[in-house]
């Protein structure tokens, strides 16, 4: 009964993460951050699953180091958009 409860709060959160992901499109900012709670429910899900099987945890370790190499790589995009457009609205931003 205590594992549904480990595993349930995660994968909640994680939906609700992606919830907000896919219904806040309008900044850039607000997408990079629910792209990084995203990414903290995910570490949190390996951490349990390492836990449980007594692994240890250097993968995790190496998730984290990724995941803050996402965060500055979205972060340095962010401030080379507003420096080119001025704002951080998808609308103003154009591939071509």
């Given at each position: 009964m205590i594992m549904i409860l480990y595993w349930s709060l995660p994968m909640i959160l994680f939906i609700l993460g992606l919830f907000c992901f896919v219904s806040?499109?309008?900044h850039l900012l607000s997408m990079?951050?629910?792209l990084e709670f995203i990414v903290l429910?995910?570490?949190f899900m390996l951490f349990i699953y390492l836990n449980m099987l007594n692994y240890e945890n250097y993968f995790s370790m190496m998730f984290l180091t990724f995941s803050v190499c996402e965060g500055a790589l979205g972060l340095s995009i962010l401030i080379s958009m507003i420096r080119t457009h001025?704002?951080?609205?998808?609308q103003s931003f154009s591939i071509m």
């Open positions: 806040n499109r309008k990079l951050l629910s429910m995910l570490f001025g704002n951080d609205y998808f």
